[in-house]
Structure formats: structure tokens, C-alpha cells
């Protein structure tokens, strides 16, 4: 995978945290996802068509999407309830739809984001390489997988 595809989703990612979400987070160096399953059981999916296709998953351990629904939300989430799974989703969109802005000629459409609760139920895209993204914040660790292939 190109970096023109990865690196829009660091940028993403920083740019979230920093404007949406007052919670501090440092990326880490790429890692290749050989397991082909998210790193935590909440996740948010995004489905990316066009020139690239695959998908994008968010995943989260749940004190870390309930600490970022209450942020999201302005209140206080204490249970992976409908509104944090919302809020999940609503993080997982907002990271892809920023980073597809930055992508290689605008490429890609992406789909409503569907949240998971299992790491397990997560089925990656065939034959397509996973680049990892590990963010860490002081309320848990996030990790972004990027399993995209172009389509030309």
C-alpha cells in the first residue's frame, strides 16, 4: 500500500484528536497486521470503494470508547450503550471521510460506518495487506488498520 493512502489517516487521526477530542494522542510506527484481526474488541468499519478498495477499521478497547463517547457526547457514558456505539462509529467515519479528502486524486467513496463488539468478527479483505496504525492516548491504546488495494 502506498503511502499516499496511509499517511491521510495519521493525519486524520492527529487532526481529530486535536480539534474534536481533548484527549492527547501519539502515533506510533506502521506495524503489518499478519493476524488479520483487529488489536481490540469495539470497532468501527468503514468500507472504501474506488480507486482503492478494502476497508478501514478503528478498534478500540471499551474504557477508551467510553472515555472518547463521553467526549464525543458531552456527558458522561459509562456502558457500551447505543450512544457509544454511535459515538464509536461517528469516530471511525470521521477518520476515514478526513482521510479520504487527502487521498490521491479523490479517490474513494466510503461506506456508513458499522460498529463491531469482537475482534473476531471481523473479516478482512482477502489477499490485501493490513497496515496497522497504533495510536496510544492516556486513556488506553487505538489502532487503525488500513486494508486497501488499488483497483488499477
Excluded: W
Amino acid at each position: 500500500m502506498k503511502a499516499a493512502y496511509i499517511n491521510p489517516f495519521i493525519d486524520a487521526v492527529r487532526r481529530l484528536f486535536k480539534t474534536m477530542l481533548t484527549l492527547p494522542v501519539t502515533v506510533g510506527p506502521l506495524e503489518l497486521n499478519q493476524e488479520a484481526q483487529p488489536r481490540h474488541d469495539v470497532c468501527g468499519v468503514i468500507a472504501v470503494a474506488g480507486n482503492v478498495n478494502g476497508q478501514v477499521v478503528v478498534s478500540m478497547m471499551p474504557p477508551l470508547a467510553l472515555s472518547l463517547a463521553s467526549e464525543l457526547l458531552g456527558g458522561t457514558i459509562e456502558e457500551i450503550d447505543a450512544d457509544c456505539l454511535d459515538a464509536v462509529g461517528e469516530i471511525a467515519n470521521m477518520i476515514a471521510g478526513n482521510a479520504k479528502t487527502d487521498f490521491p486524486d479523490g479517490a474513494g467513496t466510503i461506506s456508513v460506518p458499522e460498529v463491531v463488539i469482537g475482534r473476531d468478527k471481523i473479516a478482512y479483505p482477502v489477499a490485501t495487506p493490513i497496515i496497522s496504525i497504533p495510536c496510544q492516548t492516556d486513556k488506553g491504546p487505538l489502532h487503525i488498520d488500513v486494508a486497501l488495494k488499488e483497483t488499477h
